[in-house]
């Protein structure tokens, strides 16, 4: 019997994404994920310029973010990676990627906060039906 259950996502609605990014991240949010986030989206994606992220939160205390848009970004990676990713995929990679390189830099309790959050998305892609494409532009 599979006891794991599938992770979901929610949407936050616009007049709480303060607060519940707050309570999730505190001042670290703004000061540095956002700008991590937005950093990996402009060197993955020559396609990606600018414009309004959904956030989500997921089912198993994630959250990941990513543009609102039902356009396809065409995705260069360092690992030989190329393809074209929707809106979605395109928001769980680059999140993946910043909450992997933040999960290396102090303080400690943002460093483990970062881990988390990379292992609680990473749990959620594994159901995305970009599974394949997230994976070849992450690993």
């Known amino acids: 019997m599979n006891t794991q259950s599938t992770v979901t996502r929610t949407l936050v ?5 303060l607060a519940v990014t707050a309570e999730l ?9 956002e700008p991590v986030v937005f950093s990996f989206a402009e060197r993955l994606s020559r396609d990606y310029h600018g414009g309004y992220w959904e956030f989500n939160t997921l089912s ?17 990676c360092q690992n030989q990676f190329e393809g074209d990713l929707s809106a979605d995929a395109l928001g769980i990679t680059v999140c993946l990627y910043a909450y992997s390189n933040l999960s290396f830099s102090g303080p400690d309790a943002f460093a483990d906060v970062c881990f988390d959050h990379y292992h609680w998305l990473r749990e959620y892609m594994m159901d995305h039906a970009e599974v394949e494409a997230i994976l070849g532009a992450t690993d």
């Not at 609605?13 to 994404?17: A, K, L, M, N, T």
């Not at 991240?25 to 994920?33: A, D, K």
């Not at 198993?60 to 260069?76: E, L």
């Open 60 to 76: 198993n205390g994630g959250f990941y973010m990513a543009p609102s848009t039902d356009r396809h970004y065409h995705v260069i």
């Open 13 to 17: 609605p616009e007049d709480q994404r």
């Open 25 to 33: 991240f505190g001042v670290w949010f703004p000061m540095r994920i």
